[in-house]
């Protein structure tokens, strides 16, 4: 019989009936999910989609924030047979039209009343039921035949379940393994989203990967453990820190109230495990440095003290291979009784053992604060297409600046050529939705998988991502540059949200760079620099120096040719919506020269064309 996530949370109902499955706050207080609990919801959902004529192989599209429904959906679809769709919860409504039209769903779950306008304002014809979760503005207001409140749905569940009890069980039994269990639309930065398909057996492998493999996280994930669920869950990485974790090795997910929340929720969980992408460990930092930065003197002289003794502990540690000296472990043992144990019980992890960061590259000085103050974060790489199985920095094997060993079961080679960063093992994916050309050049023949990321090897044993392929710069002059690592030194900083470094076929690099508003607002504050607005604020004198400095700082750790010789502020917040950015909060560099050509223009004293 085919294991597949859905009965992975079936037996796991039987084995462990009462153990908590999840929790999520209902007006302010924690509420928990059994697994007798959580299986049950996800019978009458399956049976609900059966009520609704889903069949086998059909597409289920899901646009909300994190919450249980969001999993008991996704499992419920699972043990159908069918394929889950997941949208962010910022796609505007011509990315949603766009997403549910090109993946043909055929029943649409829409959490509220704003996720409900977008499906409704595009064309979708193949939807046939629009489920939605909040009936807060919608119930008595819209008279779409299509709308079925999710009440009613597990209403009709029930009702199915009772009038033909076993279906659902005797479609799991039907399961197999390159069955598509999901659909995970890639963030589109240079074209639209394609679909990559992954299957039961991609999701197999990849847990039993992790879970089994004890060098990856020691002692392995259990019912023990506890994480936060808050990345989006149409993401691969959020999808299996929450949804595999969950149902594969039986870990508590707790969901955060809304990606605002997460710095109070974080406090309250105080997980074990925590996954977080760079610009997540970046706002911690920055939160950190300047909480302690508007102390009183003697407090904030007594933090930066411990703060440079963190920074201290985590090179050394860095230098080990994560591992303590004797000297590290009396001085850490001194600053967890008189600092660090506060300073991470406030973060909101006082309690993780294992934390992980990827899905981009990051500065090595912000790993080395988090080690230093005794959070174990260890840089990891996958993508979209091969389940977010590739490498993994191991404890007591840290290289920095590195994403890590293969996996065990993975392959990892890096072209002699190109230096791109190829994979094969049994989690890549089946290949792209409708997109047959796209998918013959992304996987070969004989099975490996081209990630589009240039590396090389560390020690022959660790790989380290230099760049994506498709941003490395080429000056006039011939030089290749990698982006990534002057932007990632920028963002470093507390007081840089946004840094995107521009000179494809220039004499010399320039950057945009955007400030980080709540930093650089309280430094203004402490300053008595009075501001109305981001751009007031990103365009005040003293801001654009403190902006200089910085990069002046950066620049000397890089050679002359790849120094910022030039920029310019950004003026606003970039923005998904203003497709500046992707939905994963990566920069569409096209969009950037469409949207800040004069800018740009103006660094290299080009004519401003009208």
Known sequence: MTTTIASLVRDRAVSLPKGVAMRHKEYGIWREYTWVDYWDEVLDAAHGLLALGVAAHDRVSVHSENRPEWLVLDLATVAVRGTTVGLYPTNPAAEVEYLVGHCGSVVHLAEDQEQLDKILAVDVPEVRTIVYVEPRGIAGHYDDPRLMSWSDFVAAGAAHRAAHPGAVEALMDQARPDDVMTLVYTSGTTGPPKGAMLTVANAEFAMRTVFEDNSFVAPAPGPKDLTLSYLPLCHVAERFFTTWFNAGAGVQTNFAESIDTVPQNLREVQPTLFFAVPRIW?????????????????????????????????????????????GTRIRYAIGWLVFFRALKTRLGLRRVRYASCGAAPIAPEVLEFFMGIGVPVHEVYGMTENSAIATANRPGRVRLGTVGEPLHGAEVRIDDQTGEILTRHPSVFAGYWRNEKATAETITADGWLHTGDVGEWVDGTHVAITDRMKDLIITAGGKNVSPSEIENALKASPFVKEAVVIGDGRRFLTALIGIELDTVGEWAQRRDLAFTTYRDLSEKPEVVALVKDLVKQVNERFAAVEQIKDFRMLPKELDHEDGELTATQKVKRSAIDASFGHLIAQMYGEKVSA
């Open 282 to 326: 970046e706002k911690l930092l920055a939160t950190a440095r300047i909480k302690l930065d508007s102390a009183t003197r003697g407090k904030r002289l007594f933090a930066r003290f411990w703060l440079r003794q963190a920074s201290s502990i985590g090179r050394t540690l860095v230098d080990n291979g994560g591992s303590h000296t004797t």
